[in-house]
C-alpha cells in the first residue's frame, strides 16, 4: 500500500513536478482554498477528512526575494504563522511533518555548512523560513530540509559567476522524497557545489554571467555527506 501524502502548496512549482513525476506515493495536491495555511479549521478539517500520514509543507512566499522585504505583513503571515498552523495540527492529529526551509537560513561566507552549524539567515525571506523551522522544530516528528531548488532548465537571464552554491533542481528533488519521509531533524538537501553560472550553463548554454557579490555572500553551499549516505550517491 503507497504512503499518502498531502503536500501544501499543491498548485506551486515544484508540486506540479512531483505531480508529474512522482511514481513511488499517494499524494493529495489540495488547492489554497481546499487546504488555507492561515486558517487552521481549513487545515484540520482536510487532513481529518484525508488522514494522511505524511504532510510535506511547501506553501510558501518565495520570488521575487524583495517582496519579503517589500511585503514584511505578508511573508510573516505566509512563512511563519501559516508553517506555525501546520505544526499545530499535525501535531494533534500526529501526523509526519516535513518542512522545505532554505539553504540561506546559513551566513553563506565559508560554505560547505553542516546540519549542526551555526545559522545567521542572508535576507528576509531566510528569515522568514528560519521562523518556520522553530515551530517545526518544536514538534519532534518532523523533517526541516533546508534547499536551494531552482526550475529546470535554468529559468533566468543571468546567472552570478561569482556566488558558489549547490542548487538542485525540482526534478532531483521528486527522486529524493520517498527515501526520507521517515527521517527528522534537518537535512540539507543540494547538489554539486559550484557557481550559479556553471550549474546554469550546463542546462541553458544562452546564459549570460553576471556578479552576484551585491545580493549575495559569496559561498552559500551547503555539506550533502548525510543526503549523499541516505541516497547511496
Known amino acids: 500500500m503507497l504512503k499518502k501524502v498531502v503536500i501544501t502548496g499543491g498548485e506551486g512549482r ?4 512531483l505531480k508529474r513525476d512522482n511514481k513511488k506515493l499517494n499524494i493529495l495536491y489540495p488547492t489554497k482554498k481546499k487546504l488555507n495555511v492561515l486558517d487552521i479549521n481549513s487545515i484540520k478539517k482536510y487532513l481529518k477528512k484525508y488522514k494522511p500520514q505524511y504532510l510535506i ?10 517582496i519579503h522585504d517589500k ?6 503571515d ?6 506555525a498552523n501546520i505544526v499545530k495540527i499535525c501535531s494533534d492529529l500526529k501526523i509526519k511533518l516535513i518542512y522545505f526551509s532554505t539553504g540561506y537560513v546559513y ?11 551555526a545559522i545567521l539567515p542572508i535576507n528576509n525571506y531566510a528569515w522568514s523560513k528560519l521562523g518556520g523551522e522553530c515551530a517545526v ?9 533546508r534547499i536551494i531548488m531552482c526550475e529546470k532548465p535554468f529559468i533566468h537571464e543571468y546567472a552570478f559567476h561569482d556566488i558558489k552554491t ?18 527528522t531533524g534537518i537535512l540539507n538537501v543540494g547538489g554539486k557545489t559550484q557557481t550559479v553560472y556553471s550549474f546554469a550553463k550546463k542546462n541553458n548554454k544562452n546564459v549570460k554571467k553576471k ?3 551585491k545580493l549575495f555572500p559569496k559561498n552559500i553551499s551547503m555539506n550533502v555527506l548525510k543526503l549523499n549516505k541516505i541516497m547511496k550517491w
Open 57 to 66: 509543507h511547501a506553501a510558501a512566499l518565495s520570488r521575487p526575494m524583495n
Open 14 to 17: 515544484f508540486a506540479q513536478i
Open 137 to 145: 522544530t518544536m514538534y519532534k516528528n518532523s523533517l526541516i530540509l
Open 211 to 213: 556578479s552576484g557579490k
Open 107 to 117: 551566513e553563506g561566507r565559508v560554505g560547505n555548512y553542516k546540519e549542526t552549524d
Open 166 to 183: 549547490n542548487f538542485i533542481f525540482h526534478e532531483e528533488i521528486v527522486k529524493i522524497i520517498p527515501k526520507i519521509l521517515d527521517k
Open 71 to 76: 511585503q514584511v505583513s505578508k511573508s510573516i
Open 78 to 83: 505566509l512563512n511563519i504563522i501559516g508553517t
